[in-house]
């Protein structure tokens, strides 16, 4: 594609003049296409990884915040034993959501790297054209 640097149209490569404002645009050279064209189910694979990452290590200290809070409930003097086994309940289950969002962010972590590695691989590839 060549872009007028007149009117900034898009244009064919073998056009001559541009079909928006009719200038003359043979001595434009012809735009490499974009990066993230070529690469772009990569970048999309350590985007969405970045954000399993992200998203799975706030999961985790939002649910380690009530961890501890469970585990400060079951401190309170003058709770019945039912109580106490209600808070330990809610803090293994928060204590088994740390561990899922944990691992969420290890594949997040994995995503990323296999988008990177795929990324160089097809880098490298064009590069020895």
């Known amino acids: 594609m060549k872009k007028c640097p007149y009117c900034k149209t898009l ?29 772009s ?19 985790f200290f939002s649910q380690r915040d009530v961890y501890y809070n469970y585990l400060d409930l079951m401190k309170i003097p003058d709770l019945t034993s039912q109580q106490v086994a209600k808070f ?17 962010s290890i594949v ?5 790297i296999a988008g990177a590695v795929f990324l160089a691989i097809k880098y490298f590839k064009q590069q020895s054209k």
């Open 88 to 104: 330990q309940e809610l803090a293994n289950q928060a204590s088994f959501e740390m561990t899922a969002m944990l691992i969420i």
């Open 11 to 39: 244009n064919n490569d073998e056009q001559e003049t541009c079909v928006n404002c009719l200038h003359d645009i043979t001595e434009v050279s012809v735009m490499a296409p974009p990066l993230s064209k070529k690469f």
């Open 41 to 59: 189910a990569q970048i999309t694979i350590m985007i969405f990884g970045l954000i399993m990452l992200v998203g799975g290590i706030a999961a």
């Open 108 to 112: 997040g972590v994995a995503t990323f």
